[in-house]
């Protein structure tokens, strides 16, 4: 990425992050983000993802004690969720990120997240919609909020179960699957 478009994607990344702020401050009648005492309240802000599709991994720290958010972190954590079949980057909202530390710390295990589907691009959602698989129209990995993932040695209904023991938000599940999905949505299991 030229310095040109990073300028863009950063001025993108905060506006999004700024709204998804106001959004939550309006909707609940409350801060829900990265506010000092929540972090306090959190895990350490620090993941290690892998794509499955490119076999990339980033070692992450994305949230400091004080609850701030690195922005450069999350530059980073963009780029590796990005769309495998288009290479389009989109905000991953920084809520997911939670979800999956919260589940991860919640498990006991400090192995690494391997992801299946960060962002998703409208193209290759709709693809998805098509041949039938289990891709919502509206998903929910158009906007950068939610993640397929598992973690290896856990179990996928030991990971569904522990994200649903955190009412956090949703959880989703497929038998046939090895992954479980997790989103920035209101609480829901399926």
Aim: glycine fraction near 8%.
């Amino acid at each position: 990425m030229n310095s040109a478009d990073r300028s863009k994607w950063v001025w993108t990344r905060r506006a999004f992050l700024q709204a998804s702020v106001v959004g939550t401050l309006l909707l609940s009648g409350r801060f829900v983000g990265p506010s000092p005492v929540q972090a306090r309240e959190l895990p350490e802000g620090r993941l290690t993802l892998v794509n499955a599709w490119t076999d990339e991994w980033l070692d992450v720290t994305y949230r400091d004690e004080a609850g701030n958010y690195d922005l450069e972190a999350l530059d980073d954590v963009n780029y590796l969720m990005r769309c495998h079949y288009s290479g389009e980057v989109g905000a991953i909202d920084v809520r997911v990120l939670e979800h999956v530390n919260l589940v991860q710390k919640k498990l006991g295990t400090k192995k690494d997240i391997h992801f299946i589907s960060g962002f998703r691009s409208p193209e290759y959602n709709a693809i998805l919609v098509r041949k039938g698989g289990h891709a919502a129209r509206n998903s929910l990995h158009m906007q950068g909020q939610a993640i397929d993932l598992m973690i290896e040695g856990v179990h996928p209904k030991q990971l569904r179960q522990a994200a649903l023991e955190l009412r956090y938000g949703g959880v989703g599940f497929y038998k046939r699957s090895r992954f479980v999905h997790l989103d920035s949505g209101p609480f829901r299991f399926w």
